[in-house]
């Protein structure tokens, strides 16, 4: 059974990738920022306090988030679009830097990850949550390009000034979420790095997809 780990900033198209690698290999696929963006919406809905850590556990270990594939449910509500809103996108990062929520999530994580043949995408899957991770791959791409990924995704406008605003705020959020305490956002020691800029999806998945079945090989 084999799992294939993929980091990398926000921005990077590791959803896309994740998605594509899992489909091309016959892999289940799981957003692991998909769920602390559920659990974001969560603590917004409940008016829970985003400074309180003890009601942001709490509320961890109180609803149901299940991912299947693009289906997000929270409670068994479908909310795979509103979790994309830039309300939950302002507050992942304040949620998830609760040390109980990534405990917690981290134990739903590798739970899914224990049945195996499956492809994690987030921010800390091959430094901390699956550290045993067949393969591990760190993806990137200039912050330019991130930009205008993450505005065609979200349906912003993509001139001049609106992309240095957005590529400041992709900055602040992997910066704080490099910063914080509980599992940081890095690289793991031995991930590969692939850096897609400037590629089309195509290319980046033959290069994953075949890494990942050398490593399954040998195993």
């Known amino acids: 059974m084999s799992v294939i780990a993929i980091d990398g900033p926000a921005g990077a198209g590791k959803s896309t990738i994740a998605r594509a690698v899992a489909d091309r290999l016959g892999f289940e696929y799981l957003d692991t920022g998909a769920m602390y963006r559920a659990l974001a919406l969560a603590a917004l809905e409940s008016g829970t306090d985003l400074a309180n850590a003890a009601a942001l556990t709490a509320l961890t270990e109180s609803v149901d988030i299940d991912l299947r594939g693009d289906v997000v449910k929270l409670d068994g509500r479908d909310v795979s ?19 109980g929520v990534r405990r917690a999530m981290a134990a739903m994580q590798r739970a899914r990850a224990d049945a195996g043949n499956l492809v994690m995408e987030g921010r800390d899957i091959g430094s901390a949550v699956v550290p045993t991770a067949d393969v591990k791959i760190f993806l990137t791409a200039s912050k330019e390009e991130r930009a205008r990924r993450r505005a065609r995704q979200m349906g912003l406008a993509t001139d001049e000034q609106s992309l240095k605003e957005l590529s400041r705020s992709i900055e602040k959020r992997d910066r704080a979420d490099a910063e914080r305490k509980a599992s940081p956002f890095v690289k793991a020691n031995d991930a590969v790095v692939v850096d897609s800029t400037g590629k089309d999806v195509e290319t980046i998945v033959d290069e994953i997809a075949s890494a990942a079945l050398r490593v399954i090989d040998e195993h």
């Not at 679009?81 to 040390?99: C, F, H, M, Y």
């Open 81 to 99: 679009e509103l979790i994309r809103g830039p309300g939950v996108t302002a507050a992942v990062s304040k949620v998830a830097a609760v040390d």
